[in-house]
């Protein structure tokens, strides 16, 4: 196992390489140029202090130049500067990340946490009144338009009931978390219940179920030991490749609720044409993808004995 | 007469994932199988699961590449052919599989079902062909009226005959049953063993009947070849072989039918163990782990397939 | 006892660049930068004029070339080093490199020498020298009032030592000698600010701690603000007329004209556009007025012009085009479009001069046979277009303060579009009138010759002429304090801010 | 076939999703017939932000267009979004999922190491990236939509046709002496349009939502023309002092993507034999 | 004849309440089985032997299934209208049951000890570690080499015959009186067959457990069964201990179905090879004639046999024809 983790690992090389050059071409095809965004646009922009930033960025360069430059510095684990903040892109993304996985975790607990019990309880009830509001409660979580939803919320909790901050990152506090995260785990919540469901039913018709039955095994016992870790099973494949989904949603929670994270940073600097911030705000949310679905992999082998690496 | 099809020294082997370093196991599905089919002639292949009939069955249409090996079909190389001519081919080689109700196109009417193959290889008008169609039908015992329904609307026993039919819409010379009976109700198997044996006579077919139920291959073939880990262990005529089984694991399989008279004695031979992986068969004779008379040098030398007698090969050193 | 703590919000596009004030050019950073450092003028927004701050007197010669600053003897950095004429010089040398890329340089370069060090063939300003340790002359290459440049917090004085060597970790880091210390900037997040105790003005600040949340979702802010998490917030539009009728905001609003005109630009090589009476009829054609009324609340005020009311060029007897159809046809037929055209305008999504603006225009300019297309693209993407000339208009809200002259002469025909100039606008009789103002010889006479030029440009309509923006920021009951500063209203300086016990953060 | 009352039960899951998604097809189809005004050109800044009232039955926006008509004639934009994306993305994804599931080898390692890239950079941050690059716009949005979210549907036929592959017909088909391309496209693709509709019915309700997201990054749609993203997106601000301008294009778009959702998950059920 | 019976069913009625409509899978089934008999089932698919089965083991997946009618009696009680914990108690203690397909009625993550462990800790109260000694103990039993290192092993790592074996210590773990075997072999292989018809008779002689062999397999039902039930369209068509079956086949079906069974060595000498069929088709059990469910096969029907439902007649002591041909020797018998 830890072979094949190192065999994925290695991997990862040439997915971010390929990764770095689409998203690269596509930075510098944008319109527009860091330089322009430097000031107020309101302000008469000065063609000298253009010319000189473009210099010192190094964007008057042609972009293959420019790209294997850039590449030098991954390869070294730099990320380069940032044009704007003229900071380097490594130390800028290390403050942002943790933010958002902290955003991204608590959005996962709590989809877990919610999720997985409801699809259980549903597929075990299935047919019921209990079911069916369930379900389609499931699915109008995942039909809300976030940044709705967040601005909902936040007028609910914060200005009506005056009871959770309505936004930013509060050093961290735990209440600041709270309506980000759930805005952010609604959608991911609704998609584990299904699948949760979805794999419940589904194992729920193993012969190997009728043969706990057989064993005069009780119905909690029989969930409890077989329908729970092969349910699992199911229910990874679908989490595991819908957490990158999540992360990518980060980009409009964050901006919504001004939390600190990669997300808010990588729109901010799209907006900018902060070249080598976004560049490096990507790679990172791709790198953590990776290793999730990684994660994800190597649980499949804890979870599920036939899988071997 | 040259045989119809002529399989010699057959070896097909599937490489399984190894993974990133590219060392590759591979599963030895069938290591060096020489078969004949004369026309007219039914021949039976049995053996357990796993021991590589399906596989032999499919390499002989070309319906999967072979690793090694030679395939005459009435007198020609297939290998000779190009994807056009081999398609064209076909025609004359059909096959009827084991499981009517996934070897139809659940999408497909009946009619189109047979045909749809008429019209990819040119045969006849549009008119000629339903009619064709609507007489096949007749023939497997269906009525024409059936040939508008969808396949999950007949019975297994009829998705078989329409299976049949299908194969026998493109004027074949040779028909390969895949364990064409194995899925069915005893009593609708019978059914199907006579429709079979009745279309040979009727069309001049060649059969190769892959099974593993010895009596049914008893009965409908005029030889049979008896394999084990991807080889072809013995081979005789169906008399010969029942009567008087040769090799050990002939001999065990034989006595491991049970028989439908609570009278008859029982005297099985019971083999210990199971079927090994083909991946990493035995040295030497591959049945030796499980074979109740082995003896020294089983392990290390392999038994060719050889003439025992007129009409007989075994691969057995010690009979 | 305690002064509290006041939360305000950085609300203009997201985090900080930076607090660098001579490497930032951004409203954003000046926002929280402005409380940390201090320049040798200030901005009173009360006189809507700059006066001095870190000199107490300043002797100008005859011939407005030659500034003498006296400065004050107690102003310490928070380092806790004295400020000396050394470190003006030093600040102001530092703006002038080209390396530092310093947007306040065009605001220096007025100076002596300064020029020669832009443009990198110098190294020092020759314009500046030090007197004494608290005294520095200047020498102007023009006599012009100073202190409109040198009151932005751009130009404000830094101490050499917590720079020299450590450029990057400044700019998150930043030293100054203003009223509040710098203490942590938690990115994407908030920054916050501390009272300085060696402040040179006693007993002031009165605050204990500044923070300033980064907030641009205006959604966002108005809950916050309303939630109580703001003590104060800038008033979008959409939330003026609820404040206005709320009982417990209304009378804790503070408004002022900004120093931002908001205008179509329309670009002189697009054929109709070429024609004076077009834009012209344009202008007739929209009642801008109701669009004011109805999209932005009341929350802007309309444009006479194209210096805004707080201007010190600003002429009230000025009337700005009214809304005529009639007169706007006619024009359309002497122009001979009588027929109409159709033209693109591009613009971003803001609201109050984006592209929600081009769209409530498609009605009037189908009056008049015109067809208006909104083309909606970022701001990167639409500052590019605009100085390339690649659009036939454009909506965008412009800087027009405080310094009049400064602010005209970005329409001379010399200038590029590539410096501002996007419309291409050229006319020989404003670059005049300029010239002349620029080279008057007393503050009245420039006026005059800016007010001219003013009106030629209004009179040449390259502009459909929008709005000043009525910049508005409400607080709480217990916030003492909050001016009306016409530059921009989020620059406030909080020197003077006071917390009574109600607030929730004392 | 094992039905039972519970599949009978599943159905409404089914039946009401198909009554939804009906309804805003029906919706976008007769936009003229039933909206009251134009959308776009019976502006009237002099009755803007007018509450619901019996002349403008969800009340007009800051413009003074009536909410109704927007909401109405949105559907065909927020409609054509997810159409014509989705189906952008299963025409990429089904044809490199069937060719590489059927013919294996290079082609397939290829078609999947290209998935993998596509599904790890998170599909929301790449249409920002192009939107960035396009710029706003309706046949920006298709094309940021529709080139980005393909990998889904190509994992998923790949896999159904991997297993489709095994299935006796397929070989029989292939004993008849048909063609590759008859085959795939003409035998296994018929037989695994389910899952296929499946995803892309929820593809269209994803879509639909991140053109309102993008919308919200001020990335969606041009003005003037209304889709419910735009217009939701655009009145966030007012969204205390005149709900109503962002209440009905939300209420549209949550009705439309549980339509779809609900669709999708009823044709699963409704595919898959052994759920009941 | 006196009743001592260990399980005797009576009248069971199953049936499906599904979308399709009711499916009638057993209808009216009595029969008993004896301490330590081999009772064989034979019948083609879908002829309800499997429903019978799992009725007994109250199994039955509810909805769309219901048993209907009918009792079930063990050891004096009525399994049918028992409570589910009292039912529980019976499972896999006293009444085990093993399944058709070893390879998916094994739970994938689970380890075979465990599996096998459970219904010994179950159903004795045991400790973990005591539970995986008996799994040990049992695999031995079922005659797996190296018991004690496949207990650590999961189903996926052992072969067909090796997760049948393993089926078969679970359901013996707990020393049940009955042992219902549901198609035990037929997903194996003949050889493997073999061994495991062997390994079940030898642990029957041991044992003493009560056997219930359920399969379509008329050979195996002739090598184990004492006595055999034949059923066809959810009915009982005809019972009798297993020679008298064979040798004075009294229902029309039964002999058809020996005569379609293709036989070794049976081939006519002049090499005709026609089998003699049943023709027609299983009737749908949605919709069952009125009559005799397999008069519209028979070649013997009448227009009775199409309307009236034959009882089932006893020929001789111990077998029962459903037939109206029956009818006459039935006097006889039901006058012993
Ligand atoms: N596509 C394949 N890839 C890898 N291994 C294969 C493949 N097809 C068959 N095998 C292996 O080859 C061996 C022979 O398989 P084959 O299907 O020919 O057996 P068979 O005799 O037909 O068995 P059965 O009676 O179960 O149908 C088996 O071990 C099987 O696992
Ligand atoms: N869950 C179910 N839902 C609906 N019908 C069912 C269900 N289970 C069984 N049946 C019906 O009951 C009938 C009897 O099924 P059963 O499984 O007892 O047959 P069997 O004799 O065991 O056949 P086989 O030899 O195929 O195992 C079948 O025709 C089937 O249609
Ligand atoms: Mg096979
Ligand atoms: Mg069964
Ligand atoms: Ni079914």
């Known amino acids: 196992m830890r072979a094949y983790a190192f065999r994925r690992i290695l991997q990862f090389i040439p997915t971010i390489l390929i990764i770095s050059v689409i998203m690269f071409v596509l930075l510098n095809l944008l319109p527009g140029n860091a330089a322009l965004m430097a000031g107020d646009q309101r302000k008469a922009p000065d063609p000298r202090i253009v010319e000189q930033l473009k210099k010192e960025w190094g964007i008057d360069k042609p972009v293959h130049t420019r790209y294997f430059i850039y590449l030098k510095g991954l390869v070294q684990g730099d990320l380069g500067t940032s044009f704007l903040r003229r900071e380097p892109v490594n130390k800028l993304v290390g403050e942002r990340i943790w933010p958002t996985l902290r955003l991204s975790i608590a959005a996962l607990l709590i989809s877990v946490g919610i999720g997985i019990p409801l699809g259980f309880i549903s597929a075990l009830k299935r047919g019921t009144l209990l079911d069916s509001a369930s379900m389609i409660g499931a699915v109008s979580g995942v039909s809300l338009p976030q940044f709705w939803l967040g601005l909902l919320l936040m007028y609910l909790f914060s200005v009506v009931l005056g009871w959770l901050p309505s936004s930013g990152y509060g050093h961290g506090k735990f209440a600041n978390l709270i309506m980000p995260a759930i805005t952010l785990g609604i959608g991911y919540t609704a998609l584990l219940a299904r699948a949760t469901r979805a794999a419940v039913l589904e194992v729920l018709h193993k012969d190997y179920i009728r043969t706990a039955r057989a064993k005069g095994l009780s119905e909690l016992l029989v969930n409890w030991r077989h329908v729970m870790r092969n349910t699992m099973v199911l229910v990874l494949t679908t989490a595991g490749l819908q957490f990158g989904a999540l992360i990518g949603q980060t980009v409009i929670v964050e901006k919504l609720f001004s939390w600190p994270g990669l997300g808010s940073l990588l729109v901010d600097s799209i907006f900018q044409r902060d070249i080598p911030v976004t560049q490096g705000c990507i790679l990172v949310m791709i790198l953590v993808f990776l290793i999730v679905n990684l994660v994800v992999d190597l649980l499949y082998s804890v979870v599920d004995p036939r899988i071997e690496y | 007469m040259t045989n119809l099809l002529s399989v010699e020294n057959l070896k097909v082997h599937f490489p399984v994932k190894g993974g990133f370093c590219g060392c590759k196991d591979v599963v030895h599905a069938v290591d060096g199988v020489n078969l004949t089919l004369g026309r007219g002639e039914t021949l039976g292949i049995v053996g357990e699961s796993g021991c590589g009939k399906t596989t032999t069955g499919l390499a002989a249409m070309k319906l999967i590449e072979k690793t090694d090996g030679k395939l005459l079909f009435n007198g020609t190389d297939l290998d000779s052919l190009t994807p056009p001519e081999m398609r064209r081919t076909r025609q004359k080689m059909q096959m009827i599989f084991q499981d009517p109700f996934s070897s139809l196109n659940p999408r497909m009417t009946v009619n189109r079902a047979i045909g749809e193959p008429m019209k990819v290889h040119g045969m006849g008008s549009e008119s000629e062909r339903s009619d064709r169609t609507a007489w096949l039908l007749k023939k497997v015992g269906l009525s024409p009226e059936q040939g508008n329904r969808y396949p999950h609307e007949f019975s297994g026993g009829q998705r078989q005959r329409i299976g049949i039919a299908r194969a026998l819409a493109l004027n074949p010379m040779m028909i390969i049953g895949d364990e064409p009976v194995s899925a069915l109700d005893v009593s609708i198997q019978a059914q199907i063993i006579n429709l079979l044996i009745d279309i040979q006579e009727e069309f001049n077919l060649s059969y190769i009947i892959i099974s593993h139920d010895l009596a049914v291959v008893e009965h409908i073939c005029d030889r049979i070849a008896v394999m084990y880990l991807g080889k072809v262990v013995e081979e005789g005529t169906c008399e010969e072989v029942y009567a008087n089984p040769k090799h050990p694991y002939t001999k065990a399989l034989l006595s491991a039918i049970p028989h439908p008279d609570p009278d008859r004695p029982r005297d099985r031979i019971i083999l210990s163990g199971d079927v090994p992986s083909p991946i990493h068969p035995p040295k030497g004779c591959s049945f030796h782990p499980r074979c109740p008379n082995r003896q020294e040098g089983c392990d290390l030398v392999e038994p060719e397939l050889e003439t025992k007698e007129a009409g007989r090969k075994a691969a057995c050193h010690y009979c | 006892s305690s002064g509290g703590t006041f939360v305000f919000c950085a609300p203009y596009g997201g985090d900080l660049f930076s607090l660098d004030m001579h490497k930032t050019s951004r409203t954003q950073d000046y926002i929280v930068g402005l409380n940390i450092n201090r320049s040798l003028y200030k901005w009173d927004a009360d006189q809507s004029k700059p006066v001095l701050d870190l000199a107490t007197d300043v002797k100008v010669s005859a011939d407005g070339k030659t500034y003498t600053f006296t400065l004050r003897k107690n102003v310490k950095f928070h380092n806790g080093r004295t400020l000396t004429a050394d470190d003006v010089i030093w600040s102001y040398n530092r703006i002038a490199q080209p390396e530092t890329t310093s947007s306040a340089a065009s605001y220096i370069a007025n100076i002596d020498g300064a020029e020669a060090v832009i443009a990198g063939k110098a190294k020092t300003i020759t314009g500046l020298s030090k007197v004494d340790d608290y005294t520095v002359k200047m020498t102007l290459k023009h006599p012009v009032a100073i202190g409109y440049s040198l009151c932005k917090v751009e130009t404000a004085i830094v101490p050499r030592e917590a720079i020299e060597g450590k450029e990057a970790a400044f700019s998150t880091n930043p030293v100054g000698c203003g009223p509040f210390k710098f203490v942590k900037w938690v990115r994407g997040s908030e920054v916050i600010l501390e009272k300085f105790d060696g402040y040179f003005e006693p007993g002031k600040p009165y605050i204990d701690k500044l923070v300033y949340k980064i907030m641009p979702e205006g959604a966002a802010r108005d809950i916050a603000f309303r939630a109580g998490e703001l003590d104060a917030n800038i008033v979008g539009a959409s939330q003026y007329p609820i404040y206005q009728r709320d009982p417990e905001i209304k009378d804790h609003m503070i408004e002022v004209a900004e120093m931002y005109t908001r205008i179509i630009g329309f670009n002189s090589e697009f054929k109709p556009f070429a024609d004076k009476r077009v834009r012209q009829a344009i202008n007739h054609a929209i009642n801008a007025e109701l669009i004011i009324k109805k999209l932005l609340k009341n929350k802007a005020v309309p444009a006479t012009g194209y210096l805004p009311t707080s201007s010190p060029a600003y002429e009230k007897a000025m009337k700005g085009y009214e809304y005529n159809l009639a007169r706007a046809k006619e024009l359309m037929k002497e122009a001979g479009y009588e027929d109409g055209f159709t033209f693109e305008c591009i613009a971003t999504a803001n609201k109050s001069w984006g592209v929600g603006i081009v769209e409530s225009l498609i009605p009037f300019m189908k009056r008049i046979n015109i067809t208006i297309k909104p083309q909606q693209l970022e701001g990167a993407a639409l500052g590019e277009r605009c100085r390339t000339g690649k659009f036939d208009a454009f909506i965008w809200s412009i800087e027009s303060g405080p310094d009049p002259l400064e602010t005209l002469n970005r329409f001379r025909s010399t200038t590029p579009r590539s410096a501002g100039n996007y419309t291409a606008y050229a006319n020989a009789d404003y670059d005049k009138a300029l010239d002349k103002a620029a080279a008057a010889s007393s503050e009245a006479e420039r006026i005059e010759w800016v007010k001219k030029a003013n009106r030629i440009l209004f009179e040449d309509a390259p502009f459909w002429f929008f709005n000043y923006n009525k910049a508005i920021i409400a607080y709480h009951p217990w916030v003492h304090g909050i001016k009306p500063v016409a530059i921009e209203m989020m620059l406030q300086d909080f020197t003077n801010l006071k917390l009574d016990d109600s607030s929730p953060r004392k | ?276 | 004849m006196q009743n001592d019976y260990l399980l005797e069913v009576k009248n069971l009625t199953t049936r499906f309440h599904t979308q399709r409509g009711v499916a009638h899978a057993v209808n009216g089934v009595s029969f008993g089985m004896y301490p330590g008999e081999i009772l064989g089932v034979v019948g083609e698919s879908g002829c309800g032997k499997s429903v019978t089965a799992q009725s007994i083991m109250r199994l039955i997946p509810e909805p769309p299934g219901r048993i209907e009618s009918g009792e079930i009696l063990y050891d004096g009680k009525d399994i049918v209208s028992l409570s589910t914990r009292q039912m529980r108690k019976i499972r896999g203690d006293r009444i085990s049951m093993i399944f058709q397909e070893p390879m998916t009625s094994l739970n994938p993550v689970k380890t075979v000890g465990r599996q096998i462990g459970e219904v010994y800790a179950l159903h004795r109260g045991v400790s973990k570690k005591e539970s995986m000694q008996k799994a040990v103990e049992m695999l031995e039993k079922v005659q797996v080499p190296e018991p004690a290192r496949r207990v650590k092993e999961y189903p996926h790592q052992l072969s067909g015959g090796m997760r049948q074996r393993v089926m078969i210590a679970m359901a013996l773990a707990c020393d049940p009186e009955i042992l219902i075997a549901d198609e035990p072999t037929t997903a194996l292989d003949v050889t493997v067959q073999a061994q495991i018809m062997d390994l079940m008779l030898k642990l029957q002689a041991k044992q003493k457990t009560s056997i219930m062999m359920i399969t379509h397999d008329l050979g195996i039902i002739a090598e184990m069964a004492n006595r055999v039930i034949v059923m066809y369209a959810g009915r009982i068509v005809e019972s009798a201990p297993t020679r008298p079956l064979f040798r004075e086949t009294g229902h029309p079906y039964t002999k058809g179905l020996m005569n379609s069974v293709p036989v070794i060595g049976s081939k006519d000498a002049d090499g005709n090879s026609r089998l003699t069929e049943i023709t027609g088709m299983v009737p749908s059990l949605y919709d069952l004639p009125q009559g005799c469910s397999f008069a519209p096969r028979c070649p013997h029907r009448n227009e009775r046999c199409q309307n009236e439902l034959p009882p089932l007649f006893q020929v001789s002591p111990g077998h029962e024809v459903r037939c109206w041909m029956c009818e006459s020797a039935s006097v006889k018998g039901a006058a012993a």
């Open chain 4, 1 to 276: 076939m094992a039905f039972s009352k519970a599949a009978l039960k599943g159905k409404s899951n089914l039946i009401i999703g198909a009554v939804l998604t009906a309804l805003v097809i029906g919706m976008a189809v007769f936009a003229p017939l039933l909206a009251p005004y134009h959308p776009v050109n019976d502006a009237d800044l002099m009755v803007s932000e007018e509450p619901p009232s019996s002349d403008y039955l969800c009340g007009t926006d800051t413009q003074g267009r009536d909410v109704l008509s927007r909401v109405i004639y949105g559907s065909r934009i927020s409609l054509s979004v997810g159409l014509v994306s989705q189906l952008i993305n299963t025409l990429i994804g089904v044809f490199l999922g069937v060719t590489a599931g059927y013919f294996g080898t290079w082609w397939d390692d290829l078609v999947m190491g290209l998935t993998n890239i596509m599904l790890s950079i998170p599909s929301m941050i790449f249409a920002l990236a192009i939107m960035a690059l396009l710029g706003p716009g309706l046949v920006n949005v298709y094309i940021a939509l529709g080139f980005t979210n393909w990998s889904f549907t190509c994992r998923i036929t790949r896999s159904q046709v991997l297993s489709a592959k095994r299935i006796e017909y397929v070989r029989a088909a292939e004993a008849l002496g048909y063609g590759k391309w008859r085959i795939m496209f003409g035998q296994i693709l018929p037989n695994v349009v389910g899952p296929i509709l499946v995803i892309a019915t929820l593809g269209i309700a994803y879509a639909i939502l991140t053109e309102a997201s993008l919308s919200f990054l001020g990335l969606g749609t041009q003005p003037p023309t209304p889709s419910w993203g735009g217009m939701l997106s655009n009145a966030r601000e007012e969204f205390f002092t005149a709900p109503w301008i962002s209440i009905y294009p939300g209420l549209a778009i949550f009705v439309t993507v549980l339509g779809f959702n609900l669709l999708g998950d009823g044709l699963r059920d409704l595919l898959d034999p052994h759920k009941l």
